[in-house]
T-cell receptor, first 110, second 118 residues
Framework: QSVLTQPPSASGTPGQRVTISCSGSGSNIGSNTVNWYQQLPGTAPKLLMYSNNQRPSGVPDRFSGSKSGTSVSLAISGLQSEDEADYYC???????????FGGGTKLTVL | QLVESGGGLVKPGGSLRLSCAASGFTFSTFTMNWVRQAPGKGLEWVSSISSRGNYIYYADSVKGRFTISRDNAKNSLFLQMNSLGAEDTAVYYCANQDLASGYGFDIWGQGTIITVSS
């Protein structure tokens, strides 16, 4: 059971907009910023979003992030086949003194 | 770039030491982490060590069994794993933690596989 809660799956057709949610508590998302990671099949994770809504260099602006209270969302607009991957949210947890990850959301592009 | 090594097959109760060689960035200025992923499962943070090694954190699942360390002179990160159990079977990644990226794990290694089985 992960400390951060994500839906196990999400899907959309090419060109659609999809959102992936991640909920936590006051000791993690409520107190700290959230990072998102994208893991393509068979590869190491890649930092996709940091500080809730900042994109690292090279990440398309189709990806956006938002935060409200103890929840965050990752939105992907103009969905493309290469976006099919697992997505993980992560935040520092002040009570656990460690990083916590969501269980991951498998995005399928139909 | 980060390159892990030291993975393999180990019997329950055994020990293993992982290494992570860093290049292309100033290793000594970054907090470093180990993250693992059990087969077919999600990511699990394992341990963090600050740039000078004076702040160390562990996940509850490995506390008392795993020890993280680093050698800044050799641009290397280590994870000593003792009392291994089947639940430790996973791909182990090392990753840096970049202040400029909101402490996100910016650079990841390719991972090294640990299998705990008799």
């Amino acid at each position: 059971q992960s400390v951060l809660t994500q839906p196990p799956s999400a899907s959309g057709t090419p060109g659609q907009r999809v959102t992936i949610s991640c909920s936590g508590s006051g000791s993690n998302i409520g107190s700290n910023t959230v990072n998102w990671y994208q893991q393509l099949p068979g590869t190491a994770p890649k930092l996709l979003m940091y500080s809730n809504n900042q994109r690292p260099s090279g990440v398309p602006d189709r990806f956006s992030g938002s935060k409200s209270g103890t929840s965050v969302s990752l939105a992907i607009s103009g969905l493309q086949s290469e976006d099919e991957a697992d997505y993980y949210c992560a935040a520092w947890d002040d009570s656990l003194d460690g990083w916590v990850f969501g269980g991951g959301t498998k995005l399928t592009v139909l | 770039q980060l390159v892990e090594s030291g993975g393999g097959l180990v019997k329950p109760g055994g020990s293993l030491r992982l290494s992570c060689a860093a290049s292309g960035f100033t290793f000594s200025t970054f907090t470093m982490n180990w993250v693992r992923q059990a087969p077919g499962k999600g990511l699990e943070w394992v341990s963090s060590i600050s740039s000078r090694g004076n702040y160390i954190y562990y996940a509850d699942s490995v506390k008392g069994r795993f020890t993280i360390s680093r050698d800044n002179a050799k641009n290397s990160l280590f994870l000593q794993m003792n009392s291994l159990g089947a639940e430790d079977t996973a791909v182990y990644y090392c990753a840096n933690q970049d202040l400029a990226s909101g402490y996100g794990f910016d650079i990841w290694g390719q991972g090294t596989i640990i299998t705990v089985s008799s």
